[in-house]
C-alpha cells in the first residue's frame, strides 16, 4: 500500500480551519447576544411603515381643513380659502367706513400679518378704510383643488356708507390655484367707482337675483359654462369667456360685449344694448355652435357688430335682430338659422354694410322666417338664402349694391322685395324663385344695374 506524503498535512490543515471557524462562530454568537440584552434595538420596518403612513395621514388631514388666510396684497384685501374649504353665504355689511366681510360656512379665518385696518374674526373680515385709505378691493381666490363659494342673497356692496373714495374691486377667483370650484352668485354685486368685477370659476351660475351693477368698470366672466339670469350693467366693457356654453338670459347694458365661447354656443335670452366704440363681438367657434339671440342686439356709437360663426333666432316675437348706427357694419360670418319654424332675423345698419358668409335657412328640419335689412350702403349674401319673405325694402334702401352670390328661395305668402335706391345695384347670381302660388317676387332698382343671371321663379315684377 502506498501512502500519499501529504495526506496528513491535508488532515491537519482541515482540523486547524474547523477550529479557527467553531471560534468565530462563538464569538459571533456571543456579540448578537449581548447587543440583544444592552445595545440599540432596530425597529420593526414594518410598524415604521405604519407610522410613517398614519403621520401621512394627519399631514393631510391638516391641510384638507387648512382653514383660510385673510392678506393684504398691495391695496387689496385677499381672502385665500384652504383645500376643499366652501363659503355658503358671501356677504357685506357696510356701517359708515367699515366694510365687513361675512364668510359664512368656512373653516376660522387667520390673518396673515398685522396690515392697518383689517381684522378678523371666525368667520369675518372687517375693513376699515378710515385707517385703511388706499383700499381697492377684495379678492376671493381658490386653493388648488376643489372650492365652493355662494355669494349669498344680501350681496356685496362697496359703494354703500362712506368708505374710501376710491375705486373698488370685487374678484372671485376659485381658478387662481389651478383648484376647480363652483361659483353661484344668488345676490347683486357692486363695486366702487371704477372698480371691476371679475369672476372665475370651472362652472358660473349666476341666479335672477344676481344683477351686476358697475359705474365704468369692467365685468370679466370667465368658465367652462357660464349660466347668468342677472342684469348687467355698465358704461365698461363685459367680456365672457367660456369653454362650454355660455347663456346670458338678463338684460345687458354696457360698453362693450366680447363674448367666446371654444365648444358651446353663446345664447343672450334678453336684449343687449352697447354704447362704446368697442360694439359687439359674439365667437362660437364650433362649426356646430351658434350665437342664439332671442331679442334686439343693438350697438351704439358707430362701432362695429360681428358674430364670428353661426348666428340662429331663437325667438317668434318679431325683435329678435342686431342694428347698428353710423357707418358701422354687420358682419356674420357663418350661417343664419332660426330655432324653430317661422322666427325671424331683422339686421339694420344706417351707412355701413351688412355681410352675411354662409347660407341663411340652411336647415332641412327647421323652416327660417322672414330675413329683412335695410341700410344706405351694400348688402351681400355668400351663401343660398332659403327663406319665408326676404325683405331689403325698408326706409334705408342699399345705395350701393345688393348681391346675392348662391340661389334665393322664398316660401311665404309675400315672397321677396329686394329694392335699392339711388345708383345702388342689384345682383342675383344664380335663381331667385317663389314657391308660394300667391307670393310674387319684386326686383326694383332707380339708378343702379339690376341682374339676375339665373331663372326668376314665379309671379315677377323687375
Not at 383660510?68 to 398691495?74: L, M
Not at 376660522?108 to 392697518?116: E, F, K
Not at 309675400?414 to 317676387?441: H, L, M, Q, Y
Request: some cysteine; proline content about 2%.
Amino acid at each position: 500500500m502506498t501512502v500519499n506524503p501529504n495526506f496528513y498535512n491535508i488532515i491537519f490543515t482541515l482540523g486547524s480551519l474547523g477550529c479557527l471557524l467553531a471560534f468565530f462562530l462563538e464569538r459571533l454568537f456571543m456579540s448578537s447576544f449581548l447587543r440583544s440584552l444592552f445595545g440599540s434595538k432596530k425597529s420593526n420596518p414594518k410598524s415604521k411603515h405604519r407610522m410613517q403612513t398614519r403621520r401621512l395621514e394627519l399631514l393631510d388631514l391638516e391641510e384638507r381643513i387648512t382653514p383660510a388666510t385673510v392678506s393684504v396684497s398691495g391695496t387689496d384685501v385677499l381672502i385665500t380659502l384652504g383645500a376643499g374649504e366652501n363659503i355658503s353665504d358671501l356677504n357685506t355689511i357696510t356701517a359708515t367706513a367699515v366694510i365687513t366681510v361675512n364668510t359664512v360656512g368656512s373653516a376660522n379665518n387667520t390673518l396673515v400679518g398685522t396690515p392697518t385696518g383689517v381684522s378678523f374674526t371666525n368667520n369675518t373680515v372687517v375693513i376699515n378704510t378710515a385707517a385703511f385709505t388706499t383700499f381697492t378691493g377684495i379678492q376671493v381666490l381658490g386653493s388648488n383643488t376643489t372650492n365652493a363659494v355662494t355669494v349669498g342673497a344680501a350681496g356685496i356692496n362697496l359703494t354703500a356708507g362712506t368708505t374710501a373714495n376710491t375705486n373698488q374691486t370685487v374678484a372671485i377667483n376659485l381658478s387662481f390655484n389651478s383648484g376647480t370650484g363652483t361659483l353661484n352668485v344668488n345676490g347683486p354685486i357692486q363695486p366702487k367707482n371704477a372698480g371691476n368685477v371679475g369672476l372665475n370659476s370651472t362652472t358660473v351660475t349666476i341666479a335672477g337675483l344676481g344683477d351686476i351693477t358697475a359705474t365704468t368698470g369692467s365685468v370679466n366672466i370667465t368658465g367652462n359654462t357660464i349660466t347668468s339670469a342677472g342684469d348687467v350693467t355698465s358704461t365698461g366693457p363685459l367680456t365672457l369667456t367660456g369653454t362650454g356654453d355660455v347663456s346670458v338670459s338678463g338684460l345687458v347694458s354696457v360698453a362693450s360685449v366680447n363674448v367666446k365661447s371654444t365648444t358651446g354656443d353663446v345664447i343672450f335670452g334678453n336684449t343687449v344694448t352697447t354704447t362704446g366704440v368697442d360694439g359687439f363681438i359674439s365667437e362660437a367657434t364650433l362649426a356646430t355652435k351658434a350665437t342664439k339671440i332671442a331679442n334686439a342686439v343693438t350697438v351704439g356709437a358707430g362701432a362695429n357688430a360681428l358674430v364670428v360663426g353661426n348666428l340662429v333666432t331663437t325667438s317668434n316675437n318679431g325683435g329678435a335682430g342686431i342694428a347698428v348706427d353710423g357707418t358701422a357694419t354687420i358682419n356674420i360670418t357663418g350661417k343664419v338659422d332660426a330655432s324653430a319654424d317661422g322666427y325671424d332675423l331683422n339686421l339694420a345698419a344706417i351707412n355701413g354694410a351688412i355681410t352675411i358668409g354662409g347660407a341663411v335657412g340652411s336647415s332641412s328640419t327647421i323652416r327660417m322666417g322672414d330675413l329683412t335689412a335695410s341700410g344706405n350702403a351694400s348688402f351681400t349674401a355668400s351663401g343660398a338664402v332659403t327663406v319665408d319673405q326676404l325683405g331689403l325694402n325698408g326706409s334705408n334702401k342699399f345705395g350701393t349694391s345688393i348681391n346675392f352670390a348662391e340661389a334665393v328661395k322664398v316660401g311665404g305668402l309675400i315672397g321677396a322685395r329686394v329694392i335699392s335706391s339711388g345708383t345702388g345695384t342689384i345682383n342675383f347670381a344664380k335663381t331667385i324663385e317663389s314657391t308660394a302660388s300667391s307670393a310674387s317676387i319684386v326686383l326694383t332698382s332707380v339708378n343702379g344695374a339690376l341682374t339676375v343671371t339665373g331663372d326668376i321663379i314665379g309671379k315677377d315684377y323687375v
